[in-house]
């Protein structure tokens, strides 16, 4: 009983199973069907659009007092012209100074002692700024000093006593190893008052450090250090606390997306407009980053802009950079271009036999879009009647008009 209790229930198993997978079958079929059925009506309406087209022509030429001819569809139109089209990338930027210098000591931290700047303040080049503490500095000097004459007396010492020995050599009195040692005790201690002079002169240059001088003209934009507090550049959070920005050279700084990495470089023109200070300014790109910022995934181009007290660094700005352009163009407002199966398209106004204007739908070759207007590669000439109002509701060959009916 048992062993028939476990067949059933292995049995039941596997029916649902292939119960599942059946469905999921069927599944994929139904929606392949439907995929299916969806491009057959497609196709189908495409067709039908078109013989509706070719009798709606037919039927007026073979009566034109019939109930079509009263269906004239008011439409407006404009001349296709040629003229200079351009293409650019609309970003976000910032205005940045050229000599941004964020000051830090030459040596090891250390508490200021002096503070000879203030906020705000014009700033020369190799002007003080502060001065750390340097007692300890000011203590290791005087040893290294004092030990270089400490040195020195031995020194003078230890050649009297060569000089005496020589002497005694050159009279055949003494031993050779008494002339030796003499000599290498006199070169010892030049060798210990050598290197004590290099220990002077690295205690000077440490003395130096506690000196902090700015290496930029500029003004002081911040000074967030008082006397007492140790300065060491920076603060934990990452703000300086001496940074002195020379405004006398200003750029504008934006992050290109990476896709756009061909389509412009080293001197292409940018328009820059900054809102806040009510500035427009037309410049070149002087500066292509040579690496795409991982984080941002895009790559950093810089254009100088003038030298104005209306513009801060950080301001926001508004930029412009032309990527594409191209003379006598065929340019027509974007919207006029409509879609179907095949094609891009658009409608113009042309003369029947008959004399009556009459909408044809005319397949166009796009180029680059920009704001409302996009560029025309192909389909379109200079001359032709544009329909720029009512297209959305006429088909090819329905009957036209630019004028209001009486």
């Given at each position: 009983?048992?062993?028939?209790?476990?067949?059933?229930?292995?049995?039941?198993?596997?029916?649902?199973?292939?119960?599942?997978?059946?469905?999921?079958?069927?599944?994929a079929?139904?929606?392949?069907?439907?995929?299916?059925?969806?491009?057959?009506?497609?196709?189908?309406?495409?067709?039908?659009?078109?013989?509706?087209?070719?009798?709606?022509?037919?039927?007026?030429?073979?009566?034109?007092?019939?109930?079509?001819?009263?269906?004239?569809k008011?439409?407006?139109?404009?001349?296709?012209?040629?003229?200079?089209?351009?293409?650019?990338?609309?970003?976000?930027?910032?205005?940045?100074?050229?000599?941004?210098?964020?000051?830090?000591p030459?040596?090891?931290?250390g508490?200021?002692?002096?503070?000879?700047?203030?906020?705000?303040?014009?700033?020369?080049?190799?002007q003080?700024?502060?001065k750390?503490?340097?007692?300890?500095?000011?203590?290791?000097?005087?040893?290294?000093?004092q030990?270089t004459?400490?040195?020195?007396?031995?020194?003078?010492?230890?050649?009297?006593?060569?000089?005496?020995?020589?002497?005694?050599?050159?009279?055949?009195?003494?031993t050779?190893l008494?002339l030796?040692?003499?000599?290498?005790?006199?070169?010892a201690?030049?060798?210990?008052?050598?290197?004590?002079?290099?220990?002077?002169k690295?205690?000077?240059?440490?003395?130096?450090?506690?000196y902090?001088?700015?290496?930029?003209?500029?003004?002081?934009?911040?000074?967030?250090i008082?006397?007492?507090?140790i300065?060491?550049?920076?603060?934990?959070?990452?703000?300086?606390?001496?940074?002195?920005?020379?405004t006398?050279?200003?750029?504008?700084?934006?992050?290109?997306?990476?896709?756009?990495?061909t389509?412009?470089?080293?001197?292409?023109?940018?328009?820059?407009?900054?809102?806040?200070?009510?500035?427009?300014?037309?410049?070149?790109?002087?500066?292509?980053?040579?690496?795409?910022?991982?984080?941002?995934?895009?790559?950093?181009?810089?254009?100088?802009?003038?030298?104005d007290?209306?513009?801060?660094?950080?301001?926001?700005?508004?930029?412009?950079?032309?990527?594409?352009?191209?003379?006598?163009?065929?340019?027509?407002?974007?919207?006029?271009?409509q879609?179907?199966?095949?094609?891009?398209?658009?409608?113009?106004l042309?003369?029947?036999?008959?004399?009556?204007?009459?909408?044809?739908?005319?397949?166009?070759?796009?180029?680059?879009?920009?704001?409302?207007?996009?560029?025309?590669?192909?389909?379109?000439?200079a001359?032709?009647?544009?329909?720029?109002?009512g297209?959305?509701?006429?088909?090819?060959?329905?009957?036209?008009?630019?004028?209001?009916?009486?």
């Amino acid at each position: 009983m048992k062993k028939i209790t476990q067949t059933v229930i292995a049995a039941s198993a596997m029916f649902i199973i292939a119960s599942c997978g059946n469905s999921k079958k069927d599944e994929a079929a139904l929606i392949n069907d439907k995929k299916v059925a969806i491009e057959k009506l497609k196709a189908e309406r495409a067709k039908n659009d078109e013989e509706i087209r070719k009798l709606q022509a037919e039927l007026e030429k073979l009566d034109s007092n019939s109930a079509n001819a009263a269906k004239i569809k008011l439409v407006g139109i404009a001349a296709v012209t040629t003229q200079d089209f351009k293409h650019y990338i609309d970003l976000q930027g910032h205005v940045d100074a050229e000599n941004i210098s964020y000051i830090s000591p030459r040596g090891m931290p250390g508490q200021v002692k002096a503070l000879y700047i203030q906020q705000g303040q014009y700033i020369k080049k190799g002007q003080l700024l502060l001065k750390l503490d340097d007692a300890i500095v000011q203590q290791q000097v005087t040893a290294a000093k004092q030990q270089t004459e400490v040195l020195k007396t031995q020194l003078a010492f230890a050649k009297n006593v060569y000089q005496r020995q020589k002497n005694l050599w050159d009279k055949n009195i003494g031993t050779e190893l008494q002339l030796i040692s003499a000599k290498n005790n006199v070169e010892a201690l030049e060798n210990q008052l050598q290197g004590a002079n290099e220990q002077v002169k690295i205690a000077a240059e440490q003395l130096k450090t506690a000196y902090v001088y700015s290496d930029v003209y500029g003004v002081a934009d911040i000074v967030n250090i008082r006397v007492g507090e140790i300065f060491q550049g920076m603060l934990p959070n990452g703000s300086p606390q001496i940074k002195i920005v020379n405004t006398s050279n200003l750029k504008v700084v934006t992050n290109v997306p990476e896709n756009y990495l061909t389509r412009i470089g080293k001197g292409s023109t940018i328009e820059i407009n900054i809102p806040d200070a009510n500035k427009t300014v037309t410049s070149k790109i002087s500066l292509i980053s040579q690496s795409i910022d991982p984080n941002k995934l895009g790559f950093v181009a810089e254009a100088r802009i003038p030298v104005d007290p209306a513009l801060k660094p950080n301001q926001s700005a508004i930029v412009r950079i032309l990527d594409y352009a191209a003379a006598n163009a065929v340019v027509i407002p974007v919207n006029t271009v409509q879609s179907d199966e095949t094609s891009k398209y658009v409608y113009l106004l042309t003369k029947s036999s008959n004399g009556k204007s009459i909408a044809r739908k005319q397949a166009v070759v796009i180029g680059e879009v920009y704001g409302n207007n996009v560029e025309i590669k192909a389909g379109l000439k200079a001359g032709d009647q544009l329909i720029t109002e009512g297209y959305q509701n006429i088909y090819d060959g329905q009957l036209i008009s630019t004028q209001s009916p009486l």
